[in-house]
């Protein structure tokens, strides 16, 4: 659909990712006329290309976003059966390391139960470790915690944007857009590749990792960065149940290409983890600051998760997938108002934890451009980085 300039929206939605569809989705609910500007495709980026664990972000202020976003996918599920499936309890997440590294376990288990004493974490050995999950290793300790839900990549993303577009939000597909401050009808507008000025009341941009470009077109503001994922998507006889993640995944691991050299293995730093949703087992992590060739990267993966599931390394390899995450240099996503804008918002920055806090983001960031009474936490008010 090509959204007319001359016929002004209440609000326009930049980015066609998780929080930018249930965004439209609330908003278009609330009553407001909505067009969804997206450049690529629903869910191009990181809400479709993800490694698929709806999970505690270990962030005692994300908390609540998390849990209000399990709630808002059970509603999905009960509101979209043919297009979204949720399950309903958590498949549980086993972070692992080999036996002679338990002592990182014990330490990230101390953490955990002070900082998020409701994931309950236990402790395994290696012999209950190999009857709990007999494909892993016989050498690594676990420790289990109460959370993870593993869904298809993209299945939430495309379920909020068919909903959207049913309850009457225009969604403009392959439509770059800027933001366009001018003109006297309406305080903001967007403007689109091909010249088109379509005004709005308001604008939310959630484009993820490009946010602060359309933001800020100067380069000036940028509380935003890159980090790179490359996952690797496969099919497994016998896949474990639990999510799998080596300790220490959460951590943003850094390449540094001037070192690079002749060898990626010899510098190239990556984290084990595994979830499998729907058949498909999805192999991952990375989180590098620059593009890397996904091939030789989905290789290095595959080789080094044999070291926690022997004969990964061989399993059929169905895609391989890249996409930038948009982190946060604080490590929590903007939400509210841009700094000095009286009708501009942002929703983004989440990291890894974009489809884990995304849909109550959404709902957040929906009910503040509505003019309803919500609070936002101060932590992740835009303004901290003006």
């Known amino acids: 659909m090509t959204v007319s300039e001359g016929r002004p929206v209440d609000v326009a939605v930049i980015g066609g990712g998780i929080i930018g569809t249930a965004a439209a989705l609330e908003l278009t609910r609330g009553g407001a006329s909505v067009a969804l500007f997206e450049a690529t495709a629903i869910g191009a980026g990181a809400s479709g290309r993800?490694?698929?664990?709806?999970?505690?972000?270990?962030?005692?202020?994300?908390?609540?976003?998390?849990?209000?976003?399990?709630?808002?996918y059970r509603r999905l599920a009960e509101e979209a059966p043919d297009w979204f499936a949720f399950p309903t309890a958590p498949a549980g997440l086993l972070l692992l390391a080999p036996e002679s590294d338990r002592a990182l376990l014990e330490a990230e288990q101390a953490v955990i139960r002070t900082s998020a004493p409701e994931l309950d974490p236990e402790p395994f050995?290696?012999?209950?470790?190999?009857?709990?999950e007999p494909m892993l290793a016989p050498d690594l300790a676990g420790v289990r915690l109460q959370t993870g839900f593993p869904i298809p990549p993209a299945g939430a993303v495309r379920a909020f944007s068919r909903l959207a577009r049913r309850e009457g939000a225009q969604l403009e597909i392959d439509a770059a857009v800027s933001l366009d401050r001018g003109g006297s009808a309406r305080p903001v507008a967007v403007r689109t590749a091909d010249g088109r000025r379509v005004s709005a009341g308001s604008v939310l941009v959630a484009a993820g990792p490009w946010s602060p470009d359309i933001a800020d077109p100067t380069g000036r503001w940028r509380p935003i960065v890159r980090t790179w994922g490359v996952t690797v998507a496969t099919r497994l006889a016998r896949p474990p149940v639990h999510v799998l993640e080596q300790v220490g995944v959460t951590s943003v691991n850094r390449l540094?290409?001037?070192?690079?050299?002749?060898?990626?293995?010899?510098?190239?730093?990556?984290?084990?983890?595994?979830?499998?949703?729907a058949g498909v087992s999805v192999v991952g992590s990375t989180f590098l600051p620059e593009e890397p060739d996904p091939d030789?990267?989905?290789?290095?993966?595959?080789?080094?998760?044999?070291?926690?599931?022997?004969?990964?390394?061989?399993?059929?390899?169905?895609?391989?997938?890249?996409?930038?995450?948009?982190?946060?240099v604080d490590g929590r996503p903007l939400v509210g108002r841009l700094p000095d804008e009286e009708n501009v918002f942002i929703a983004a920055g989440h990291g890894p934890w974009g489809i884990s806090t995304g849909p109550a983001t959404a709902r957040l960031v929906a009910e503040l451009i509505l003019g309803r009474p919500v609070a936002i936490p101060a932590e992740l008010d835009p303004a901290r980085f003006a």
Do not use: I
């Not at 999970?55 to 609540?64: E, G, K, T, W």
């Not at 050995?125 to 709990?132: F, R, S, T």
């Not at 001037?258 to 499998?276: M, Q, Y």
């Not at 926690?308 to 390394?313: A, S």
């Open 125 to 132: 050995d290696a012999a209950e470790l190999m009857h709990l």
């Open 296 to 328: 030789s990267v989905g290789r290095l993966l595959m080789h080094r998760a044999d070291r926690f599931v022997p004969g990964l390394r061989a399993a059929q390899v169905d895609e391989v997938r890249a996409c930038a995450r948009p982190q946060s």
């Open 256 to 277: 540094d290409s001037a070192e690079r050299g002749a060898d990626p293995e010899a510098h190239f730093e990556s984290t084990f983890s595994l979830v499998t949703a």
């Open 50 to 72: 993800n490694s698929g664990s709806v999970q505690h972000p270990f962030d005692q202020v994300l908390a609540p976003l998390h849990r209000a976003t399990l709630e808002r």
